[in-house]
């Protein structure tokens, strides 16, 4: 899943290009440390958590259906409805490279 997000390669590699000092397996240490915690940051920045947020998009497009059934079709109803399949095209294809 992250390997497919443009900014990947870009978190690894401002991670690995800290300046770090000592001997060679000192500064690969303290790299891969630098790169846990970023890439831990990253994550949870850009993809939060991948099942929650389908849910949450899932629970969106049944509460506008809900609106529909119970208020008829507005436009401002039509036009969420059409939006509804791009709320959950995003969350779906996270949860499925998941």
Known sequence: MWSLHEDCINV???SWNLP???NPLHIL??????L???LKDWNRNV???VHNLFS???QEVSALQTQI???GLTDNLLNQRKLAPIK???????????
């Open 12 to 14: 690894i590699r401002n």
């Open 20 to 22: 770090t000092f000592g």
């Open 29 to 34: 240490s303290q790299n891969l440390k630098h």
């Open 36 to 38: 846990k915690n970023n």
């Open 47 to 49: 993809f939060d958590n």
């Open 56 to 58: 949450e998009a899932e």
């Open 69 to 71: 059934d119970n208020l």
């Open 88 to 98: 959950l095209d995003l969350p779906l294809a996270k949860q499925e490279a998941f």
